[in-house]
């Protein structure tokens, strides 16, 4: 039996999820979940494949500074270390920018390394963190396979029409471009409506709708436009995200509330979006409970955003065959997939308010000339499909 570790790394957070191999099949068996980094209440709680709770630790305890990413991994992997039947034989991370240069998941060596963290400054609240974990693996199992996977490399397909700002190409050349998110969990449902039924030369629009959101064109497989760019900042209304926003108002900000680049980062990617929007939440759930008229305004924003893309992405695609949902919201929310169809009524979808409500995987009534779909995203599995390839070639 082989094991891969696949690891994804935020800000104040670490999900770790250990999977088996068997037969180029692989499934998960162990899932952790490390919480509160730097705080004094900072925990690592691990679960098996059944989620049934296998060990809970506060990691204050066991560190000097305050815990950080280096203190959860090494407990996770020496408490994984004294698991009998575990091999690992390669560590997977989900890392948020592979730039202007990565299309696919590579080989972490020192070169690649390097370069990686050379990209921070196009994702400064995460590139980081994603990256955090590499070295304390390799200060602790140096000769172990590493394996970046990019959430941007999916969109790397996209014509430069859809990559390109409208400035000069001197900014273009040096990096300043529409990069595209959320990749690895387009590729995963491409992947899982492809073995689901035949896509090829398919006209499909992917809406992953969490706490981060955004959507996706695909034409044959691939992605040819998406509502995120330089940032996951732009498009939807997000959790706590602004999405589509005129630059003016940013130099504004600037010019006429004297507000510095850390005030402005702190407005438009914490304060923002559904919580801006409500002054209540970012949790969906507690908006669509909620009857505060300013909550029913966010809620109403993030659908009347999402139809608004829908039509730009559909217009880019020159049609649409199917319709995806995933991620938090969309796999979880038949009112907001209902409020998003009734919106988009122009493309005559037709839904089976049963079957959405039941949450099925196939949600469209029989006449409606576009499927409608709810599939759950695994962005875990799909680094670690990526990286026991690359194991099983290397
Ligand atoms: P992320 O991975 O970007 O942090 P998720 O994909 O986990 O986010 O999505 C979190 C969002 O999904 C939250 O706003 C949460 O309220 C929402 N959500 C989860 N279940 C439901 C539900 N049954 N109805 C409405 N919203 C839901």
């Given at each position: 039996m082989e094991n891969f570790l696949i690891i994804n790394a935020g800000s104040s957070s670490v999900k770790l999820s250990v999977f088996n191999s068997s037969n180029k099949s692989l499934s998960r068996v162990i899932n952790a979940r490390a919480v509160r980094l730097f705080n004094d209440d900072a925990q690592i709680s691990i679960y098996d494949h059944?989620?049934?709770?296998l060990i809970e630790k506060n990691l204050a305890e066991l560190a000097v500074e305050p815990p950080n990413h280096k203190v959860a991994i090494e407990f996770f992997l020496g408490w994984l270390s004294q698991q009998a039947d575990i091999n690992l034989v390669a560590i997977g991370h989900r890392v948020v920018h592979g730039g202007p240069k990565y299309a696919k998941p590579v080989k972490i060596n020192e070169t690649v390394h390097g370069e990686l963290l050379s990209f921070q400054p196009l994702a400064p609240l995460h590139q980081q963190h994603n990256l955090a974990p590499v070295e304390t693996i390799k200060s602790i199992y140096p000769d172990l396979l590493q394996v970046a996977c990019f959430d941007t490399a999916f969109h790397q397909s996209m014509p430069v029409m859809a990559k390109r700002f409208a400035l000069p190409e001197k900014y273009y050349n040096e990096g300043v471009r529409r990069y595209g998110f959320h990749g690895l969990s387009y590729e995963y449902i491409v992947n899982s409506l492809d073995a689901y039924k035949d896509i090829k030369n398919k006209k499909i629009v992917i809406a992953h709708l969490g706490n981060g959101a955004s959507m996706c064109a695909v034409h044959d497989k691939k992605?040819?436009?998406?509502?995120?760019?330089?940032?996951?900042?732009?498009?939807l209304v997000m959790g706590t995200r602004c999405g589509d926003l005129d630059p003016g108002v940013v130099l504004h900000l600037m010019?006429?509330?004297?507000?510095?680049a850390k005030d402005i980062s702190a407005l438009l990617y914490k304060n923002s979006g559904l919580i801006g929007l409500s002054e209540e939440t970012n949790n969906m759930r507690k908006l669509l409970d909620s009857d505060q008229p300013s909550s029913q305004l966010a809620v109403d924003m993030f659908c009347y955003q999402v139809n608004r893309h829908l039509g730009a992405l559909v217009a880019q695609l020159g049609g649409i065959d199917q319709l995806v949902f995933t991620a938090g919201i969309g796999e979880n929310s038949p009112i907001i997939r209902e409020k998003i169809c009734r919106l988009a009524n122009w493309l005559n979808l037709s839904l089976d308010m049963q079957a959405n409500k039941d949450n099925r995987t196939m949600i469209n009534n029989q006449e409606s000339p576009v499927d409608i779909f709810v599939i759950p995203t695994n962005e875990a599995l799909m680094i670690a499909q990526h990286t026991m390839q690359i194991y099983e070639n290397s």
């Open positions: 059944n989620k049934k709770l992605s040819v436009a998406t509502t995120m760019s330089f940032t996951p900042l732009d498009g010019n006429h509330y004297s507000m510095s």
